[in-house]
């Protein structure tokens, strides 16, 4: 849903759906009933947000990571982190990458709930396939005297 009129044009509702080339697929949804995020796995699901930590099956909650999966470290405060990664040349605790790709995700969902379509996407040139509209849709002019 988009507001009709105001000052911003972001969607206030969202909801839309993205499959990746291996089969796990991202489903975005918010709304008043749903200020969360859910990760599905084989073995169940981990949800988080506004209403607290669940997750299915309850033991979940308390397993253990093994020390041969994968390890994050936990940042309780990204600018800190951020600024200490500039000291000390450490990744920070959200990658840039990561922050691109994600970012990137949102902005095709956003095109995609706009034209109420689905859109084709090439991750490794980053360009849209088939559909000039939504191709030109990715970028617009700069004012100036800003250019890229």
């Not at 509702?13 to 008043?32: D, Q």
């Not at 396939?129 to 970028?139: K, P, V, Y």
Request: net charge positive; hydrophobic share 35%; aromatic share 10%.
């Amino acid at each position: 849903m988009f507001p009709k009129d105001g000052l911003f044009d972001a969607p206030t509702y969202i909801h839309f759906r993205a499959r990746y080339e291996n089969g796990v697929e991202l489903i975005c949804k918010t709304g008043p009933e749903n200020v969360q995020i859910r990760f599905e796995g084989t073995d169940g699901w981990v949800q988080t947000g506004y209403r607290g930590f669940t997750t299915e099956p309850a033991s979940l909650k308390t397993s253990v990571i093994r020390p041969n999966e994968i390890h994050l470290y936990q940042s309780a405060d990204h600018y800190r982190n951020f600024l200490d990664c500039i000291k000390t040349g450490r990744e920070t605790a959200a990658p840039v990458e990561i922050g691109h790709r994600s970012a990137t995700v949102c902005h095709l969902g956003n095109i995609a709930m706009r034209l109420k379509r689905k859109i084709r996407w090439d991750p490794v040139n980053e360009r849209v396939l088939g559909d000039e509209t939504t191709a030109r849709m990715l970028d617009r002019p700069c004012r100036a005297p800003w250019h890229l």
